[in-house]
């Protein structure tokens, strides 16, 4: 492990290391090598390899970088008024979209560029190294397509949400009519995914099949937003277009359950934004007991669940869900990896992996649990380099 250039990198005095391997391994007083940005060995730090860096963890506990898979970072504007509504007993429904469309509309590139790098960076600050966000608050075609193009300068993959809502004063057929014509054709070549809200008040199953049969055949990977506020066709739909995640999933069948444990789609829980709406959250163990993969997300956005925590989603996967830590985290890590098909590269400690990693300023990662809330993150790691 030796450079010229200042490339190598060994973390030593890792009290835990939590991998996310495929044996699970946790291991004790461990040490990570990094080559280049990607991880290079694994080991016990008493045999760890020379470096150009040596970082010593002090005996923290060390784990992947969150892969937050569900995100909607470009807005503008403040929805406190409707949420301090809901807490007070109104309903949660789909129109609140329509007050974030008009204030991110109004606000220029520059103030939405400054707005996303800041939750990006929050995220990263919180332990989440890989970022997922989505379009959807423009809802036309020259919005869609700067959203997309801001998104795609900040986040690691963009996925293409014009089918969010149908905006106020459109007439349905005709906006669907744009979004699967020239809408997509136009934001396409920044996004990597598409993705539709299959739900009452948004999109039903028939406008859902086209939007995602459309953006299939421009070339794009599919998502689906199904299930969160009562039973419906999302969970079905994802599954029968293979779709690589289907997210929210609070009301869930049997049969949906069972679709879900015999495809490779990805069920992911939106913890924060089942407690901010009070919806029943989502039903993980049963998922994960059916033989599902399942990833947990923080669905940040300003409407329902206006966070980018990651470790409170943890946490409350942990104490709400009955999640155990290992699912949890392997679901914020792994979980999202899958959910975004980028497991071969990123959400867990591998060698040949990037090193994207967060150290925890606590000597276990059970901490995340056990200390609900508290800001545990100490460092940061993307691509092999620590954040100042």
Same mark, same amino acid.
């Given at each position: 492990?030796?450079?010229?250039?200042?490339?190598?990198?060994?973390?030593?005095?890792?009290?835990?290391?939590?991998?996310?391997?495929?044996?699970?391994?946790?291991?004790?007083?461990?040490?990570?090598?990094?080559?280049?940005?990607?991880?290079?060995?694994?080991?016990?730090?008493?045999?760890?390899?020379?470096?150009?860096?040596?970082?010593?963890?002090?005996?923290?506990?060390?784990?992947?970088?969150?892969?937050?898979?569900?995100?909607?970072?470009?807005?503008?504007?403040?929805?406190?008024?409707?949420?301090?509504?809901?807490?007070?007993?109104?309903?949660?429904?789909?129109?609140?979209?329509? @007050?974030?469309?008009?204030?991110?509309?109004?606000?220029? %590139? !520059?103030?939405?560029?400054? =707005? $996303? #790098?800041? /939750?990006? &960076?929050?995220?990263?600050?919180?332990?989440?190294?890989?970022?997922?966000?989505?379009?959807?608050?423009?809802?036309?075609?020259?919005?869609?397509?700067?959203?997309?193009?801001?998104?795609?300068?900040?986040?690691?993959?963009?996925?293409?949400?014009?089918?969010?809502?149908?905006?106020?004063?459109?007439?349905?057929?005709?906006?669907?009519?744009?979004?699967?014509?020239?809408?997509?054709?136009?934001?396409?070549?920044?996004?990597?995914?598409?993705? @539709?809200?299959?739900?009452?008040?948004?999109?039903?199953? %028939? !406008?859902?099949?086209?939007? =995602? $049969? #459309?953006? /299939?055949? &421009?070339?794009?990977?599919?998502?689906?937003?199904?299930?969160?506020?009562?039973?419906?066709?999302?969970?079905?739909?994802?599954?029968?277009?293979?779709?690589?995640?289907?997210?929210?999933?609070?009301?869930?069948?049997?049969?949906?359950?069972?679709?879900?444990?015999?495809?490779?789609?990805?069920?992911?829980?939106?913890?924060?934004?089942?407690?901010?709406?009070?919806?029943?959250?989502?039903?993980?163990?049963?998922?994960?007991?059916?033989?599902?993969?399942?990833?947990?997300?923080?669905?940040?956005?300003?409407?329902?669940?206006?966070?980018?925590?990651?470790?409170?989603?943890? &946490?409350?996967?942990?104490?709400?869900?009955?999640?155990?830590?290992?699912?949890?985290?392997?679901?914020?890590?792994?979980?999202?990896?899958?959910?975004?098909?980028?497991?071969?590269?990123?959400?867990?400690?591998?060698?040949?992996?990037?090193?994207?990693?967060?150290?925890?300023?606590?000597?276990?990662?059970?901490?995340?649990?056990?200390?609900?809330?508290?800001?545990?993150?100490?460092?940061?790691?993307?691509?092999?380099?620590?954040?100042?």
């Amino acid at each position: 492990m030796t450079s010229t250039n200042h490339s190598s990198t060994v973390i030593t005095g890792i009290g835990e290391l939590t991998t996310v391997d495929p044996d699970h391994r946790v291991l004790q007083d461990a040490a990570v090598a990094i080559e280049d940005g990607r991880i290079a060995w694994i080991g016990p730090t008493r045999r760890a390899p020379a470096a150009d860096v040596r970082w010593d963890a002090g005996g923290r506990a060390v784990l992947p970088g969150w892969v937050d898979s569900h995100t909607h970072l470009v807005f503008a504007g403040d929805r406190g008024a409707e949420f301090e509504a809901r807490m007070a007993g109104e309903s949660y429904s789909a129109g609140g979209i329509g @007050v974030t469309m008009a204030a991110t509309r109004a606000a220029d %590139d !520059a103030e939405l560029a400054r =707005l $996303l #790098a800041a /939750r990006v &960076a929050e995220a990263r600050a919180g332990g989440t190294t890989f970022l997922e966000t989505k379009t959807g608050y423009g809802l036309s075609v020259d919005e869609e397509v700067r959203h997309a193009r801001l998104a795609s300068e900040a986040a690691d993959v963009v996925t293409f949400l014009g089918a969010h809502l149908v905006p106020p004063g459109a007439e349905a057929d005709e906006y669907l009519d744009q979004v699967c014509g020239p809408m997509l054709q136009a934001v396409k070549d920044h996004v990597q995914w598409a993705d @539709v809200f299959c739900e009452r008040g948004a999109f039903d199953e %028939d !406008a859902s099949r086209r939007v =995602l $049969l #459309a953006c /299939r055949e &421009a070339g794009l990977g599919l998502r689906v937003h199904g299930n969160q506020l009562g039973p419906g066709p999302g969970v079905r739909l994802a599954v029968e277009l293979g779709a690589a995640s289907v997210d929210h999933v609070n009301h869930l069948e049997d049969a949906d359950v069972e679709a879900l444990a015999g495809s490779s789609t990805v069920a992911t829980c939106l913890p924060a934004c089942d407690l901010s709406t009070r919806q029943p959250l989502a039903p993980g163990r049963r998922l994960l007991d059916a033989g599902a993969e399942i990833a947990l997300a923080s669905n940040c956005n300003p409407g329902t669940s206006y966070t980018t925590a990651m470790g409170f989603c943890v &946490a409350t996967a942990v104490l709400q869900m009955k999640l155990s830590l290992h699912e949890a985290v392997r679901a914020a890590t792994m979980g999202g990896a899958q959910a975004l098909r980028v497991a071969e590269e990123v959400g867990s400690v591998e060698l040949g992996k990037r090193a994207d990693l967060q150290v925890l300023d606590a000597p276990a990662a059970i901490h995340l649990a056990y200390r609900p809330g508290m800001p545990l993150t100490h460092t940061v790691f993307k691509d092999g380099r620590p954040d100042a």
